[in-house]
């Protein structure tokens, strides 16, 4: 048997992350003995209605979320316990709705700093309803081989480790939550396991006491002995030796107390939980509290240290005189599904990826482009182009390049409202269309006919100097194959009214004293072209893309630099936009050519 | 717990309606001057001047300076601004009205198990410490006010007689109430006068202790809580503190000076406990320290690195139990960066790190502390099949 927590104990727990943290322990451990979930329901308002999925071996277990108490119990009727992972200002008014329900005979707080005043009228309520308040504070209940409540056991390996899959005969009361763990590996090590182990918390007043449980202990038949951590601070441990003391009790008890440092602390030094803190005018030292345990019969080991072999010694003496019997381990226990992470760490499993990338990494403190962690980049004084030739084509380019980069980018990063990707992100933009679907829309528009044609030209004017192609040989080659050379003719602009960035920007290239031969090929394309039809030159796309290639990249990335420095002047354009609050724009019927039939009748559906 | 000086906790008081000194606190000669001018009870009255700072013995400190009038509070509050006594230095001055007086009582409420309790005595001041016999007492449960009836009752048999009866009746029931509404923990006015002038009964004196979790409902708590220890937080401390404040877990740190071994343990329950196994063994603690609650790896850093410029160190404890939920892995993550930038920094010359821990990770998150040794760290590692304090017993005997 056990207390307060059994196989018939089924939970709700109010509040959200930590709740459902806790409930996930609680399914490794309902997995570990073959039971099925006992986290019946959540109640969280603000997720109210949805469910949360809780891994339960290799499954999932969907349980469900309510707004309140009642709600969960109307639904799960056989729900009698709650566990309260609400914030402290809430947890109150969360730990009375849960007392108020008639189902719910136990209610445990594991929600820290919550004032001592709400903790004392919780326990005084529970106290008048018959209930159970444990905590708050408190890091779990746990019954061996049957229910957990909480975090309290630790990780699966260490409940196999404590043997927490089965009964042994000792109960464990702490207020500490590590050390409730530690006394469970104890007692599993040095004697035949526990029952029942509760975390009271660390408050100055915690809901139920030693003595409450004490006496529930005692109750317990398969209980023999019971061991209790306490601390300085407050009276708790002198009413439990009082209570044992009182009469002759069937538990045995077991005590260590903490806080004989501070006999040799300067004075008003106090450490520890909260509750160690409480205690005026002198009352709660460890000393105290260790020497009124002793009178009344406890065992109290001198050190922590000497707990284990205290233990061990009482776990002989049951078994000499028959009241324990040695446990039986169960042959095999259920292992829990590794996770694919933990099982390729050991070697047990092997993954084909999914995808496979050469260009970034972000698993670190910060991301890597190309292997090159962006924080040193920066501080060595790269720029945005360094960052473009490291992820579109895996080098670090020179500075000479990156300058050239850089005016490809201020000079084609906008080309005013008319133009296509401008004008339907404007009309997004004035439609009240959010920003990266507006200027998705503009960014559809670039394609053969408008800014998409810098692929294109660089792929043929490498493609002509690759196989040392003269001009002639290279139109009647395109003229045969391919028709309009990309990256030659402007809507607008001619030999007489020449394009100022192409302009700009061979004049830059050239002045750098570089080799350019597609550049250099480019021009000699424009000088025949040009010379048949005056707006047959070379246009900045053909420009953009003759130089980058030049310089190193590659054909497929090209487009990128238009698209890249368009995207400027589009998030440009929808701010604008925005900031003034344009209309929706609708055409004018005269700037459409209705060429469409005059009405006519609809003949009858045939 | 959370300790409030005598200026914010008289003025709780005289929001719930006790009768208490007219006061001014000022960090200035200037100020003080400057509030003469609007307040005239600074210049008719008698007054008494106080340090307003955590600290105790402050009439033998020459901290309390009595029976003033406005240009001697003048002086006294420039004496005593500034000056340095052990690590707390002087910076505000609370002078207030001089009561005339004759009899002396006693009268606090103080937070118990079931609820609270009230105590009131008919003598005060030094001689209610002596008679401690003479102090009565008014049990409350939780959620329950003493009724008129209860309070008088208290009242007379604590040896009040005629109107006083009531007085003290009264007295008692508004120190029950700011008590209840202001999450007080302790709460203790000693003495309690009676004024000469209209018979009225006045707190002289405030000791508050309020209840720090209870911050966020009382928005109009914008005092600062006093230095639990009497003395002011160091500068290492007051940065632990504010990491502290920041994240979800926690991190604590005290310092010791004088001591040897350092302490870098898991846990608020299990700290105590390798505390108490130093003091048995005969060491000397050179700080309190604790990590909990599966607090971010950066914060357990910064206190890592603290523990390591703690002057004069021999061992370091980075003790634990098995842990619920705190990653052993993580915090132990913090922990090592912590000791590297120490070393790195030419601290931990010749001293010895003893490590014992469990918990989620504990593999992974031990081996990578024995990994150390081969950074030339000298340092022991233990998992849970070693008892939770054996590393202080080794750590004290390997001297």
Not at chain 1, 98 to 103: G, N, P, Q, T, V
Not at chain 1, 297 to 313: H, Q, S, W, Y
Not at chain 1, 333 to 344: C, D, R, V
Not at chain 2, 10 to 35: A, C, F, H, Q, R
Request: charge should be neutral; include cysteine; charged fraction near 25%.
């Amino acid at each position: 048997m056990s207390i307060l927590a059994n196989k018939d104990t089924y939970v709700v727990i109010q509040g959200g992350v930590a709740g459902v943290n806790a409930a996930r322990r609680m399914a490794e451990f309902c997995y570990l003995i073959k039971r099925s979930l006992n986290v019946l329901a959540f109640v969280y308002p603000p997720d109210a209605g949805k469910s949360n999925e809780i891994p339960y071996g290799s499954g999932l277990v969907a349980v469900p979320v309510y707004k309140t108490i009642a709600e969960a119990t109307k639904n799960h009727p056989q729900i009698n316990t709650s566990l309260v992972y609400i914030g402290a200002d809430r947890a109150m008014k969360g730990g009375m709705e849960a007392l108020d329900d008639s189902h719910i005979k136990v209610v445990s707080m594991i929600t820290e700093g919550v004032p001592e005043k709400d903790a004392k009228i919780l326990g005084a309520h529970a106290r008048k309803l018959g209930k159970v308040f444990n905590g708050p504070s408190s890091i779990g209940i746990v019954s061996a081989g049957s229910c957990r409540l909480g975090v309290i056991g630790g990780a699966f390996d260490n409940l196999v480790l404590s043997k927490l899959y089965r009964e042994g005969s000792f109960g464990v009361i702490t207020k500490s939550g590590g050390l409730s763990n530690e006394i469970i590996w104890i007692c599993s090590q040095f004697a035949d396991g526990i029952t029942t182990a509760i975390g009271i918390g660390g408050d100055a007043y915690p809901g139920t006491d030693y003595v409450s449980y004490l006496e529930m202990f005692e109750n317990d038949p398969q209980t023999k002995a019971v061991v209790i951590v306490g601390e300085m601070g407050g009276d708790l441990e002198e009413r439990a030796a009082e209570w044992y003391g009182a009469k002759k009790r069937r538990i045995k008890l077991m005590a260590v107390v903490s806080g004989f440092c501070q006999e040799s602390l300067p004075k008003g030094m106090k450490f520890g939980h909260a509750g160690a803190k409480e205690g005026m005018k002198g009352e709660g030292s460890a000393r105290s509290k260790s020497d009124a345990l002793k009178k009344a019969g406890a065992i109290v080991p001198a050190t922590f240290g000497a707990l284990g072999p205290a233990i061990k010694e009482t776990y002989q003496e049951l078994l000499k005189s028959g009241q324990v019997k040695e446990p039986v381990e169960p042959a095999s226990l259920p292992k829990l599904p590794k996770s694919i992470e933990a099982a390729m760490k050991a070697d047990e499993v092997m993954v084909t990826p999914l995808i496979r990338t050469t260009i970034s990494d972000d698993r670190g403190e910060e991301p890597c482009y190309d292997g090159y962690p962006a924080s040193e980049l920066i501080n060595k004084g790269y720029e945005i182009p360094h960052v473009v030739g490291l992820l579109w084509d895996k080098r670090l380019i020179s500075k000479q390049d990156a300058e050239i980069v850089k005016r490809i980018m201020m000079l084609s990063a906008d080309h005013g409202p008319c133009v296509s990707g401008a004008y339907a992100t404007i009309l997004a933009a004035c439609a009240g269309i959010g920003l990266s679907q507006s200027v998705a829309a503009g960014m559809i528009m670039i394609g053969p006919r408008f800014g998409g044609a810098v692929t294109d030209a660089g792929r043929f004017f490498k493609y002509a100097v690759d196989n040392k192609m003269s001009v002639d040989e290279f139109l009647t080659y395109m003229k045969k194959n391919h028709g309009p050379v990309p990256g030659i003719g402007h809507r607008v602009k001619s030999l007489r009214n020449p394009d100022k960035r192409v302009k700009e920007l061979v004049g830059y290239v050239k002045s750098l004293n570089i080799k350019t031969p597609c550049l250099d090929f480019a021009l000699a394309v424009e000088q025949v072209t040009a010379a048949k039809k005056d707006n047959l030159i070379l246009n900045v796309d053909g420009t953009m893309a003759a130089v980058l290639v030049d310089i190193g990249f590659p054909v497929d990335s090209l487009n990128g630099f238009f698209i890249l420095s368009r995207t400027i002047g589009l998030i440009g354009h929808w701010v604008d936009q925005k900031r003034q609050d344009g209309r929706l724009i609708r055409l004018f019927d005269y700037l459409v050519n209705y060429a469409a039939p005059k009405r006519r009748e609809v003949p009858p559906l045939k | 717990m959370a300790k409030v000086l005598e200026g914010p906790g008289m003025g709780l008081m005289k929001k719930w309606g006790i009768n208490v000194p007219n006061y001014v606190v000022v960090t200035s000669v200037d100020e003080l001057t400057k509030l003469g001018q609007a307040n005239e009870w600074l210049k008719k009255s008698k007054l008494v001047a106080k340090a307003h700072e955590a600290l105790g013995s402050r009439f033998k400190l020459g901290l309390v300076k009595v029976d003033l009038d406005f240009k001697a509070a003048e002086a006294a509050t420039k004496e005593m601004i500034g000056r340095q006594v052990g690590s707390i230095t002087v910076t505000q001055v609370i002078v207030s009205e001089m009561i005339p007086h004759k009899e002396e009582y006693y009268c606090a409420v103080k937070s118990t198990r079931e609820g609270s309790e009230i105590l009131v005595a008919n003598c005060g001041g030094i001689e209610v410490e002596s008679n401690w016999e003479r102090v009565k007492r008014l049990e409350l449960a939780i959620g329950q006010a003493p009724s008129a009836d209860a309070l008088e009752k208290l009242s007379k048999e604590a040896g009040f007689t005629g109107p006083l009866i009531k007085k003290m009746a009264e007295f008692a029931g508004k120190m029950f109430a700011c008590f209840d509404s202001e999450d007080a923990q302790y709460l203790e006015v000693n003495p309690v006068v009676t004024r000469a002038s209209d018979g009225e009964l006045v707190a002289l004196d405030a000791v508050t202790l309020l209840d720090g979790d209870a911050k966020f409902r009382h928005p109009d708590w914008n005092f600062a809580f006093a230095a639990e220890f009497g003395r002011a937080y160091s500068k290492d401390e007051t940065e632990v503190m504010s990491v502290d404040s920041k994240i979800k877990g926690s991190v604590k740190f005290i310092e010791i000076p004088g001591g040897d071994t350092a302490m870098l343990p898991a846990g608020g329950g299990a700290s105590v406990y390798y505390s108490d196994a130093v003091v048995a063994r005969g060491g000397k603690l050179a700080n309190y320290a604790e990590y909990s609650g599966d607090p971010p790896d950066w914060a357990v850093e910064v206190l890592t690195e603290k523990i390591c410029s703690l002057p004069g160190i021999k061992n370091i404890i980075v003790g634990g139990a098995i842990a619920n939920f705190t990653d052993v892995v993580k915090t132990f993550g913090g922990i090592i960066n912590g000791f590297r930038k120490a070393k790195s920094e030419g601290k931990l010359k010749g001293v010895k790190i003893w490590v014992r821990r469990g918990g989620p990770r504990e593999k992974e998150g031990l081996d990578a502390m024995r990994a150390l040794k081969d950074e030339g760290f000298d340092i022991t590692v233990f998992d849970r099949h070693t008892p939770l304090t054996d590393i202080v017993d080794m750590a004290l005997q390997a001297k």
